[in-house]
């Protein structure tokens, strides 16, 4: 099982971005995937999670109305486009493999910062 995502970087307060998992080793398209984050000395917090057809979604009420989870079966790959931009958002995000907080594999991360 292999997760990889992109897409982080350092965003104004407001802004926008989308984070792209990659996912590999497994069959994609069977598996229900989350987004989950952790911010600096803080544990880890679920964000969304999307079924595995792509039909059902449910985010955490921090990210609610902010940040849509989305899925490619044909390519494999997970998104989280996220808008209106927080200082909290601000974490190490990782791609999981899972529904909610109950996922078993996960990517190494990658990075958002929203600042000024």
């Known amino acids: 099982v292999r997760l990889v995502e992109s897409g982080g970087g350092l965003v104004q307060p407001g802004g926008s971005l989308r984070l792209s998992c990659a996912a590999s080793g497994f069959t994609f398209s069977s598996w229900y995937m989350s987004w989950v984050r952790q911010a600096p000395g803080k544990g880890l917090e679920w964000v969304s999670t999307?079924?595995?057809?792509?039909?059902?979604?449910d985010n955490a009420d921090s990210v609610k109305g902010r940040f849509t989870i989305s899925r490619d079966n044909a390519e494999n790959t997970l998104y989280l486009q996220m808008s209106s931009l927080k200082p909290e958002d601000t974490a190490l995000y990782y791609c999981a493999r899972g529904r909610g907080p109950n996922w078993d594999t996960r990517g190494q991360g990658t990075q958002v910062t929203v600042s000024s």
């Open positions: 999307i079924s595995s057809s792509g039909l059902r979604t």
